[in-house]
């Protein structure tokens, strides 16, 4: 572990990683697709269950190839199971560190982070990093939550505490929960000389996705890295998790029930 890594606020309990597998490059890094193309050298950082990165394969392959890593090897071998079911010979996965990364210099034409300069202590000096490692001319793309931006109806009470707890959670860990707006500003402080800056979202409201959406919170409340982080550093006890778990699951049953989850992003060069 380098000086600068933090803790990963969710960890990888399966409620986390359930959520995570829905993720694709249509859903997930659609700001990212037009830049790909057959033959490219790709770093996927943070990849995670690799459901983006396999996606990512698929578009850069069969001539191009991918490079995946994460900090958890179990979470790695479940991605490299996905990639295998998915027939695709053009992706590896290893362990690695954003902040100190194996590669050389200018090894990789796309490199792409996803949800994942949030949770690191110093994100300035990963995109420093990162950009050691982006070849000339290459790109890279970078997607964040914003949690203060995020935004839901009923306004119920736990629901805002829910927020609230996981804000000072993750700031605990030595992260930063609202990622999504500071993206542009990072990169620019890392010395990329030319930054895009976008924004999309995630929106729950339909029944099904009212369910799996809140259940997932639900359970993570109280049996994920976040429970365990909160418990630990006294930020809240058992009751408090159990009230807001129980909150999530009213908020799934409300027949007008909206979530939207905000997302900063960045492209760039330089």
Same mark, same amino acid.
């Not at 990639?83 to 210099?105: M, P, S, T």
């Not at 700031?171 to 930054?195: I, K, M, Q, S, Y």
């Given at each position: 572990?380098?000086?600068?890594?933090?803790?990963?606020?969710?960890?990888?309990?399966?409620?986390?990683?359930?959520?995570?597998?829905? +993720?694709? *490059?249509?859903?997930? !890094?659609?700001?990212?697709? /037009? &830049? @790909?193309?057959?033959?490219?050298?790709? =770093? $996927?950082?943070?990849?995670?269950?690799?459901?983006?990165?396999?996606?990512?394969?698929?578009?850069?392959?069969?001539?191009?190839?991918?490079?995946?890593?994460?900090?958890?090897?179990?979470?790695?071998?479940?991605?490299?199971?996905?990639?295998?079911?998915?027939?695709?010979?053009?992706?590896?996965?290893?362990?690695?560190?954003?902040?100190?990364?194996?590669?050389?210099?200018?090894?990789?034409?796309?490199?792409?982070?996803?949800?994942?300069?949030?949770?690191?202590?110093?994100?300035?000096?990963?995109?420093?990093?990162?950009?050691?490692?982006?070849?000339?001319?290459?790109?890279?793309?970078? +997607?964040? *939550?914003?949690?203060? !931006?995020?935004?839901?109806? /009923? &306004? @119920?009470?736990?629901?805002?505490?829910? =927020? $609230?707890?996981?804000?000072?959670?993750?700031?605990?860990?030595?992260?930063?929960?609202?990622?999504?707006?500071?993206?542009?500003?990072?990169?620019?402080?890392?010395?990329?000389?030319?930054?895009?800056?976008?924004?999309?979202?995630?929106?729950?409201?339909?029944?099904?996705?009212?369910?799996?959406?809140?259940?997932?919170?639900?359970?993570?409340?109280?049996?994920?890295?976040?429970?365990?982080?909160?418990?630990?550093?006294?930020?809240?006890?058992?009751?408090?998790?159990?009230?807001?778990?129980?909150?999530?699951?009213?908020?799934?049953?409300?027949?007008?029930?909206?979530?939207?989850?905000?997302?900063?992003?960045?492209?760039?060069?330089?």
């Amino acid at each position: 572990m380098t000086e600068h890594q933090t803790v990963y606020t969710h960890g990888h309990q399966e409620a986390v990683l359930r959520s995570h597998r829905s +993720r694709t *490059a249509a859903n997930s !890094a659609a700001y990212l697709l /037009p &830049e @790909l193309r057959a033959g490219q050298v790709l =770093l $996927d950082v943070g990849c995670g269950p690799g459901t983006i990165t396999a996606d990512l394969a698929e578009l850069v392959g069969p001539s191009g190839r991918v490079v995946a890593v994460d900090t958890s090897a179990e979470v790695l071998a479940q991605a490299a199971a996905h990639a295998a079911a998915r027939g695709l010979d053009n992706v590896v996965f290893e362990i690695g560190d954003v902040h100190q990364l194996k590669y050389g210099d200018g090894e990789f034409d796309v490199v792409h982070a996803h949800q994942t300069l949030q949770h690191v202590a110093d994100p300035v000096a990963a995109l420093r990093e990162l950009r050691r490692v982006l070849a000339p001319g290459g790109v890279l793309a970078a +997607r964040d *939550a914003d949690y203060a !931006a995020m935004a839901w109806y /009923p &306004e @119920l009470p736990e629901l805002t505490a829910w =927020l $609230d707890l996981y804000r000072r959670t993750a700031r605990a860990n030595g992260g930063e929960p609202d990622a999504g707006r500071r993206l542009l500003a990072w990169a620019r402080a890392a010395g990329f000389a030319e930054v895009t800056a976008t924004s999309s979202s995630w929106t729950y409201a339909t029944p099904g996705e009212r369910l799996w959406w809140g259940e997932s919170w639900a359970e993570r409340v109280r049996s994920s890295g976040l429970a365990s982080t909160a418990l630990e550093h006294g930020l809240a006890d058992t009751a408090a998790l159990a009230a807001i778990a129980e909150g999530w699951r009213r908020w799934t049953v409300e027949p007008d029930g909206w979530f939207a989850v905000l997302h900063g992003e960045v492209l760039a060069r330089g």
